[in-house]
């Protein structure tokens, strides 16, 4: 048995940083957070996707994690839709729901308002870890409670993710970016994709992301590669450490207006 839950307790992680905290109510997994600058898209002021593809990320694995424990949880899809420019300031809420909890797969959908206005909706199907050994040794938590340190640094900069060219962004393998099975985190991947596009688009923000996780991304630096026709993107994520194999292959919709 891997000790993994252990040494993520003792591991500062970037992502906790975003103070997004959850509580179950019920059936359903409630969370959030208050957006700060640090959390906004380069060149606006609006809550970046890939942030909200996080908490997606966090809220669906959670509601997974009941279902699989002591087994741990993978994102295989995850996207995120917004209806409008998301918001600058305030508190985010959001709630998730498992719509299937099967024998192999869990799939949940998460809905997210900010002052009671609904802004975005997202969905990530989830499966245990395949290497049976990675699990979960103490009781699983579903409450996560809000983290003290926040993020003193865009996000980006924080977790040392670097636009090199138009369309390309590298994100290296750290501690404090890992996710229980030792991997770069599906958080951390879509901020990557995220900023590949972004390089592309200056000052525009994401109305779509959708990221299919093919394998686990296990050595890096992760380099996301994208390319951007009418609003509409495509970006491959290849593992450059491990005979640079794609590991994430993700689609976006760009709003027309920043």
Known sequence: MTEVDDRLAKRRHILLELGFTTKRVGDELHGSAVITPEMHVPGTSRLRTSILATWSDTIAGLLSGLVMH??????????????????????????????????????????????DVPFAFGAASFMAAPNPDVRVSRPFLIDLPRNNQ??????????Q???RS???AVLPRTEEGLNAANTINGGLISLAAEEAVLSLAPGRTLC?????????????????????????GRVELRDSGSD?????LATVRTFDEP
């Open 161 to 163: 993710c670097e636009r």
């Open 166 to 168: 138009p369309g390309v």
């Open 70 to 115: 002591p087994r741990v949880p993978v994102t295989l899809e995850l996207d995120i839709n917004l209806y409008r420019p998301a918001p600058s300031t305030g508190e985010v809420r959001a709630v998730g729901r498992t719509v299937k909890a099967g024998r192999s797969v869990v799939v949940a959908e998460i809905e997210f308002s900010c002052d």
């Open 208 to 232: 779509s992301l959708g990221l299919r996780y093919l394998q686990p991304a296990r050595v890096g630096p992760l380099v996301a590669t994208a390319t951007l026709r009418e609003g509409v």
């Open 244 to 248: 640079n194999r794609m590991v994430t």
């Open 150 to 159: 926040r993020l003193t640094m865009p996000l980006a900069e924080r977790a």
